[in-house]
């Protein structure tokens, strides 16, 4: 599902160059639940945003749903982030001007969708995270979990192939990121290829497998036991 | 997408209000302030005959010599003499001579006062060279030029005063005393600016009464009531004094329709110049023009200055309500970066983002021309305050003042937002995304 090998990004300077990635390799297959960690700095959100179109690479190759997407043009990109992918942000990323309704609508009306689909769309999503009585509410009438369901709502609303998700419980109290997170579970249990940046080792722990960043490059934890102290235990989770 | 983008535009002009109006209000008195000077600089810097402009001519002879012409040029009319050998030649495919007259007309019965109404005496060639529309009836004919026939064609104005609007054709009417048959009846019809007589006119007035043979006025010695222009000793006590004198009082027209034709035209002006100076009349060399009617206007410089200057400033007030306008809208645009990251992430692609961004700045750019029509209208009854009557008057709030307000507002607005939703499409959506 989304596969990148040798994959650097380089940000320069006219004095420094900074490797954000390095030898970045990672193979993500369809229908799993991947966890990235790593200490603050060390890459995991460039990943994130690499691995979502947002943000070009320096080198290497980057397949997502086979498809090889070094070369493609905007327009291509958008297209596929689109159609194959969904976002879930740590601060929620709603359009504060736009109510519940509207802002799970952004994604399908650049798609195209005639309004009849659209809005069937918009409300089986609602239903799924449970919001259906607030689609008319705005962003700022409701609840942190609330919030960050109805950005739940918004990426599924588009049936992405790949969902994306950065620090999706970083912003909310216990009781709500676990509700966020059982949400997560669930549309992965539906089938859903999830990859979710995390500096929560207890939210790792509910991933399927769990991939480690260090330096912009993924480390196995095994061969490096001076990480083990901040890692989540990564083999019982495997 | 586009009814998505002007909700999306809709919903950001009310999201600050403020910001909104001061834009509206700088396109709208931009706007406002151009198409109140251009609607007088239109009206006096139009081509008054588009059709035939570039066919219609004025010759211009020389009479005076270097020593009393001015700065070298022809006079701007000619001298009886000069007219009549023109006339006589008949070089030209269609050709009229013209001189303003006016008269008292009689409108018949015991209790009318006479009016007084102002015509010109021209050719029967006038009316098909300057395309002159008719209510009812035509011109008079060649023959009736050589028989001095007492005809004239009347204007709509007159038509409506004298005959209540019915067909005046076939009626006589009396003119300075004299009776004459009435031929025809002219639609209104006022070429802006009047280009055929800059001489004695200044190209902005009133509709002409009547049109009578240019012959038939010489016949019954009628002055002119325009200008004249002599040099010299004047001598001319009578009547055939003043035809032999040198003083220009009569404007030529020649039709010619192509460049041969122009050319052959210009070589019998020179040839005839030639011959004057070989039998002493003239003492200098032939000194001619031969002008159409573009060139014409400019040569006579009709445009009023302060109708250029006025337009000019105006502009200038535009383009600074326009960089104004850039500036609101740049820090309008990127103030919203976190939405614009947002919207990439989710598909849209820079040109969808462009796109909606010069669709905001087009409703912006509409509301301005709302703002700047009403403004328009409210300022084209001042335009007296700046321009002569006779100039102020010509500008009119017209439909295709309308188009053109609203026409400017918008493409100069989406214009001026060309760099703004530029810099909007590219915005990073990792780099918000990563701050937020």
Known sequence: MLKMSHLSKVYRTEVVETYALRDFNIDVKEGEFVAVTGPSGSGKTTFLTIAGLLETFSGGEYHLDGIEVSNLNDNARSRIRNEKIGFIFQAFNLIPDLNVYDNIEVPLRYRGMKAAERKQRIMDALERVGLSSRARHYPAELSGGQQQRVAIARALAGSPRLLLADEPTGNLDTQMARGVLELLEEIHRDGATIVMVTHDPELAARAQRNVHIIDGQVVDLAEEPRFHAHAAAPQSLA | ?436
């Not at chain 2, 020593?67 to 040029?73: I, Y």
């Not at chain 2, 404007?251 to 034709?261: F, Q, R």
């Not at chain 2, 159409?292 to 535009?318: C, T």
């Not at chain 2, 709302?370 to 328009?376: D, H, Q």
Request: hydrophobic letters at 45%.
């Open chain 2, 1 to 436: 997408m586009l009814s998505y983008y002007l909700e999306l535009a809709l919903r950001s002009l009310r999201r600050n209000p403020a910001l909104t109006a001061l834009m509206v209000m700088a396109i709208g008195f931009g706007v406002a302030a151009s198409m109140i000077t251009w609607s007088v600089f239109r009206a006096v810097s139009g081509d008054p005959i588009p059709d035939k402009s570039a066919r219609l001519f004025t010759p211009q002879i020389d009479g005076w010599g270097p020593q009393q012409n001015l700065k070298g040029e022809p006079a701007d009319a000619l001298n009886y003499t000069d007219a009549m050998v023109l006339m006589r030649a008949h070089e030209a495919k269609r050709q009229t001579l013209l001189y303003p007259v006016q008269l008292s007309v009689m409108p018949g019965g015991d209790r009318d006062l006479p009016l007084a109404a102002n015509g010109y005496a021209v050719g029967g060639d006038f009316f098909a060279m300057f395309e002159v529309p008719f209510e009812y009836g035509t011109g008079w004919s060649a023959q009736d030029d050589h028989a001095r026939a007492a005809v004239v064609v009347i204007s709509d104005q007159l038509n409506q005063k004298l005959f209540g609007g019915a067909n005046g054709v076939g009626r006589t009417i009396n003119l300075g005393g004299h009776d004459y048959r009435v031929v025809g009846v002219t639609r209104h019809w006022n070429p802006k600016p009047r280009f055929f007589d800059l001489f004695s006119t200044q190209g902005f007035e009133d509709v002409s009464d009547f049109y009578m043979p240019f012959t038939r006025a010489l016949d019954l010695e009628m002055r002119t009531d325009g200008s004249n222009s002599c040099r010299g000793k004047l001598t001319f006590t009578t009547w055939d004094d003043w035809l032999q004198s040198n003083c220009v009082w009569i404007t030529p027209w020649v039709e010619l329709d192509s460049a041969a034709d122009v050319a052959r035209y210009r070589h019998f002006l020179e040839n005839y110049a030639a011959d004057q100076q070989r039998a002493g009349r003239f003492d200098w060399a032939p000194n001619l023009r031969l002008r159409d009617v573009v060139q014409w206007l400019d040569h006579e410089r009709v445009v009023p200055p302060e109708s250029r200057i006025s337009f000019m400033v105006a502009l200038g007030f535009f383009v600074i309500c326009l960089v104004n306008t850039i500036g609101l809208l740049l820090a309008k645009f990127l103030r919203r970066a976190g939405e614009i990251g947002v919207r990439r992430a989710l598909g849209a692609s820079r040109r969808q983002i462009y796109t909606q961004y010069l669709i905001e700045a087009a409703t912006v750019g509409l509301a301005g021309g709302v703002l700047g029509l009403l403004l328009t209208a409210a300022g084209v009854p001042g335009v007296g305050l700046l321009f002569p009557p006779q100039i102020a008057r010509l500008a009119q709030l017209d439909l295709s003042l309308v188009a053109l307000t609203f026409a400017v507002a918008i493409f100069a607005t989406v214009a001026a937002a060309f760099y703004p939703a530029w810099r909007a499409a590219k915005v990073q959506p990792a780099w918000q995304l990563k701050s937020n």
